[in-house]
């Protein structure tokens, strides 16, 4: 800092009850205050003389000095005469006309109340014109505003004739900030309409981080939107002046600040020459919710009192929108969370949560999953397709703390990798083709309840990288949008994929896989707790019956032996689908070994697709062989009709069109 920046003071001006504008005094330049407009600060009051009094710096000391003015000048209550040294925080007045003298801006003047009564308050008004900077070097001047004019009611002609066009333009900016959508496009449009509307050729949108601050820091603001109508880069202003901003809700305009400190601060991309600034409030009541900057950097054409004017409306109607915005989000983000709460629930409703079976394989697997299931660690299900991983997944979501939140489901293989990211993370409007409307992802809908994850072998690459940063408490965004989003929710993972072979092969992050790998529970197949299957076919014959509405009083034990010694590859989904298929077919109140149809192993024939009777033995075939002869057996017996079919199979109807699309390839290629 230089010994003239060091010696630098200010007269801070007092309008009513609080501290107004601010007067740069600047070492070898003598400040005149009067009522001449030939005075550098000049003031409207008849007390006060023509050429009142003056300031200056005399060797290091500022100096006030009375020129014989009719009604004296006073300090601190007492009338001076001749030279005065002055010191900070002292109070000058000029009639009615209070001004502080002060160093250093940051600290706030006291109350004041005048040694006298005004003459009248409305004469009190500063005049502060400008300057031309050849014949006088202009001090410093700070205008502030909390209000600005255009929000008053005026009648008088004058006042509609000078303003007239600044009020069409706020009018035409009001209509296309009302048009909007979105906080993004909102900022934007107010960023252009301010540049347009004002001599700035460099602006700024900063909002406060948490809104719910009731003394919002400098350091709370975030950069929203910066526009510049030249290649110059967005220069912060000084925290000094965000400060006095931020603390007194009044929004200022200062010029000539390009060598001063408190004003303005220049960083590594190079000093800009600024030469006058808008700071200005966006407020909302009694919230304050962000700042706007704006510069101007040519020396020609400075930002005007109109500009501060202009800005300050802009603002206030900036703070509204923002709010309306908000509310319209939060009801959109409710009603597609009541939505997808319904249809949880409603699914939830569909579904048995009860684990059926009481053998050992079972009851360990139960006490395994009570005894995760209070904690919030990670969980992994592993086990053959059809074993019943949701299953498992839910009861644990049920007998955790976290039950009053919602179960969300998400099947990582039935989608592309685009459409996966958006089910898991939620996408903005127009963020891509079809994306008419905000949505909310998986992670938001399962915020404080538990989102499990099925065949999370299947994600790509791309996804496993974000899926991680949210596994390690990091923030995420939707799809096409910029606001971080963070969320408590409880992950579990299900896979019937070699993990560990996945990652030898480089198809799954080991990173990822340590993470999932927290607490690992293994789902046995049905085919090793054959002692559960009478059990559980009798509780799935009761619960197809009441869901067909039929009267069906039980099984026959011949056919009850039939299902026992079939080795069901498919686990207890097949057998699932084996006992509704029968208890479609069944024509009586026993289910016989008639009704029932299970897929013949290995066969290539024709008629292996029609469906048979169980006829014993085991024969080696792959597991997408049953699965495709159960499918095509399945949609036979509801005849052709695929809605029916995927429902008894268990699958989405997208999901039996693209196998069913798979076969007819498979089959033209043979």
């Not at 252009?192 to 820091?217: F, H, M, Y």
């Not at 000539?256 to 009541?285: E, F, M």
């Not at 109607?317 to 409710?334: F, M, P, V």
């Not at 010694?565 to 009586?588: F, H, K, M």
């Amino acid at each position: 800092m230089t010994k003239d920046s060091a010696q630098i003071a200010y007269l801070v001006i007092r309008e009513g009850k609080t501290w107004r504008d601010v007067y740069r005094l600047v070492p070898g330049q003598v400040t005149t205050l009067g009522r001449a407009p030939t005075n550098r600060i000049v003031l409207r009051d008849e007390i006060c003389s023509r050429n009142h009094c003056e300031i200056f710096l005399s060797e290091s000391t500022w100096v006030l000095r009375d020129l014989g003015s009719r009604n004296g000048t006073l300090l601190e209550g007492e009338r001076i005469s001749g030279d005065v040294n002055l010191k900070d925080n002292q109070v000058i007045q000029i009639g009615s006309c209070a001004m502080g003298f002060t160093h250093d801006l940051s600290n706030p003047f006291p109350a004041f109340e005048p040694a006298s009564e005004p003459i009248n308050e409305a004469d009190t008004a500063l005049d502060m014109p400008l300057m031309n900077a050849d014949t006088h070097p202009e001090p410093e001047i700070l205008h502030r505003r909390r209000k600005s004019r255009y929000d008053r009611i005026q009648h008088d002609t004058d006042f509609r004739d000078q303003t007239g066009k600044i009020l069409a333009k706020l009018y035409r900016l009001a209509l296309e900030m009302g048009a909007v959508r979105d906080a993004k496009t909102l900022t934007e449009i107010v960023m252009d309409g301010l540049l347009a509307g004002t001599n700035a050729d460099i602006g700024a949108i900063l909002r406060v981080s948490d809104e719910k601050k009731a003394d919002p820091q400098p350091r709370d603001l975030r950069l929203v939107v910066y526009k510049a109508t030249t290649e110059l880069p967005y220069q912060k202003v000084s925290d000094s002046l965000s400060h006095a901003v931020l603390s007194e809700r009044e929004a200022v305009l200062a010029r000539d600040i390009a060598d001063d400190s408190q004003l303005v601060t220049r960083d590594s991309l190079g000093t800009i020459h600024v030469k006058s600034v808008i700071c200005a409030p966006i407020r909302l009541d009694k919230k304050l919710c962000g700042l706007i900057h704006l510069y101007s950097t040519n020396p020609d054409v400075l930002l005007q009192e109109d500009d501060l004017e202009f800005t300050l409306a802009v603002a206030d109607q900036l703070g509204i929108a923002w709010e309306n915005l908000k509310e319209k989000e939060s009801l959109a983000d409710g009603l597609a969370r009541i939505r997808d709460e319904n249809e949880t629930l409603r699914r939830q409703l569909e579904q048995e949560t009860e684990l059926v079976g009481d053998s050992p394989e079972i009851n360990q697997l139960k006490q395994n999953i009570f005894r995760v299931a209070p904690t919030d660690a990670i969980v992994l299900i592993r086990g053959e397709s059809g074993v019943g991983k949701e299953l498992v997944a839910r009861a644990m979501h049920f007998a955790s703390n976290r039950l009053k939140g919602l179960f969300v489901c998400m099947n990582c293989a039935a989608l592309s990798e685009s459409l996966l990211e958006s089910e898991l993370f939620g996408h903005e409007k127009g963020s891509f083709t079809g994306a008419t409307g905000r949505k909310i992802g998986k992670f938001e809908q399962a915020h404080n309840g538990t989102l499990f994850l099925d065949e999370v072998g299947e994600m790509s690459l791309a996804i496993q990288a974000k899926f991680l940063r949210v596994l390690e408490g990091h923030p995420f965004e939707r799809v096409g949008g910029s606001t971080p989003i963070k969320v408590d929710v409880r992950v579990v993972a299900a896979t019937n994929r070699d993990l560990e072979q996945a990652v030898e092969e480089g198809n799954f992050r080991k990173d990822l896989y340590f993470r999932l790998h927290v607490v690992e529970i293994a789902v046995p197949p049905l085919r090793e707790h054959k002692s559960d299957i009478p059990r559980l076919i009798r509780y799935f014959v009761e619960r197809f019956a009441k869901k067909s509405g039929q009267v069906i009083r039980g099984i026959s034990d011949k056919a009850m032996e039939t299902l026992s010694a079939y080795d069901w590859p498919g686990n207890i989904r097949e057998l699932q689908n084996a006992v509704e298929r029968a208890v479609v077919l069944c024509t009586s109140d026993i289910i016989q070994v008639s009704d029932i149809q299970l897929s013949t192993l290995g066969s290539s024939d024709s008629d292996a697709t029609a469906g048979v009777a169980l006829s014993g033995g085991y024969r080696e075939v792959p597991l997408e062989v049953i699965e495709q002869e159960h499918i095509l057996t399945t949609l036979q017996l509801t005849n052709g009709n695929k809605t029916r079919a995927a429902q008894i199979l268990g699958i989405e109807r997208s999901t039996l069109d693209r196998k069913l699309k798979r076969y007819e390839q498979h089959h033209r290629t043979s």
